[in-house]
């Protein structure tokens, strides 16, 4: 099912993936012309982190932003092992297919950093680039802890949280202003009926969340094995990747390079110049390499 909307810049749809589960994604259709992108996002949020970035995008190339089961607009599970991490590249792979799109770059921030880096490992001859925004090779990165104590799925009025989300991160998004931080927030967050905010992401995903992180505390070997483009956003004020780790994976694979992103903490908006530049790079080698057909184009 789709739905187009001429004031949105993207059509929406729902995918049927199993296990009773419909996945939510916008297609930002664009140009035909440039390789497409997928945007996965992070562990607790949802294809709206990506509307700035797909609006920028999508003159010259097809852009998709799914929400990840139990996240934004797709279903909620009843036993988090419906939440594995393998299970979410596969619906991956299953809207791509659906959608016609053959070959990609990923854009992937903390969850979607990491299915991407998966993803490139098993079938590079599919993933013709990825960007990592703020993110290494270990998946519990040492500020995933301070966002942790953050969360609670309590309803809130939308000043309240902004505020909260100010407190926490104002040290990560200096220039920020009351306005910016009401935006942050309706990015993460739904509104109820009642007029109030809560997080839009099911609370059964962190119990897989524990377990992949238990079984997989790394992806050096995937990363370190890539062979396609890799471009590595840093925010200068992260506490999620540090620069000594950034450095390290560019050293050790020729195909990556390390963007710092200045005045930015967790994560880079992605459209910043400096995100845009190196953002730009990697579509830049994927499309000189693009086949004259490719199919969804």
């Known amino acids: ?65 799914p929400d990840m089961r139990g996240r934004g607009n797709s279903t909620r599970a009843s036993d988090f092992s419906e939440y594995r991490f393998e299970t979410l590249i596969d619906d991956v792979w299953k809207l791509a297919d659906h959608l016609g799109v053959e070959r ?15 993803m490139a490992h098993d079938l590079p001859e599919r993933v013709a680039g990825i960007v990592l925004n703020d993110v290494g090779t270990e998946t519990t990165p040492p500020g995933s802890k301070r966002l942790s104590g953050t969360v609670d799925h309590e309803e809130w009025p939308l000043e309240v ?8 991160n104002q040290k990560y998004f200096p220039e920020f ?9 309706r990015l993460s967050h739904r509104e109820t009926a009642s007029g109030r905010f809560v997080r839009d992401f099911d609370p059964l995903t962190g119990e897989e969340t524990k377990r992949f992180r238990a079984d997989k505390p790394s992806l050096w070997n995937e990363f370190a094995g890539l ?37 930015r903490g967790h994560p880079p908006l992605l459209t910043e110049p ?23 184009s």
């Not at 440039?34 to 970035?53: H, I, K, M, S, Y």
């Not at 202003?177 to 927030?185: L, N, P, Q, V």
Request: hydrophobic letters at 45%; one cysteine or more; proline letters at 4%.
């Open 274 to 296: 400096q995100s845009l530049a190196a953002i730009e790079k990697v579509l830049a080698k994927a499309d000189s390499q693009r086949p004259a057909m490719v199919a969804g």
């Open 177 to 185: 202003g009351e306005d910016d931080w009401k935006s942050f927030i």
């Open 161 to 168: 949280v902004a505020e909260k989300a100010k407190a926490t």
């Open 227 to 263: 062979t396609v483009p890799v471009a590595m956003l840093r925010g200068e004020l992260s506490d999620f990747l540090s620069q000594d780790l950034g450095e390290r994976m560019a050293a050790a694979n020729p195909n990556a390079f390390l963007t710092v992103v200045a005045g």
């Open 1 to 65: 099912m789709n739905t187009a909307s001429e004031t949105t810049g993207y059509k929406a749809g729902m995918l049927e993936v199993g296990q009773g589960h419909r996945l939510y994604y916008r297609d930002y259709t664009g140009a035909t012309t440039g390789t497409p992108v997928l945007c996965l996002p992070g562990f607790w949020r949802n294809a709206r982190d990506f509307e700035q970035l797909a609006r920028h995008l999508s003159p010259a190339r097809r852009v998709i932003t």
């Open 104 to 118: 990609m770059v990923l854009i992937g921030t903390t969850l979607g950093a990491f299915m991407s880096i998966q």
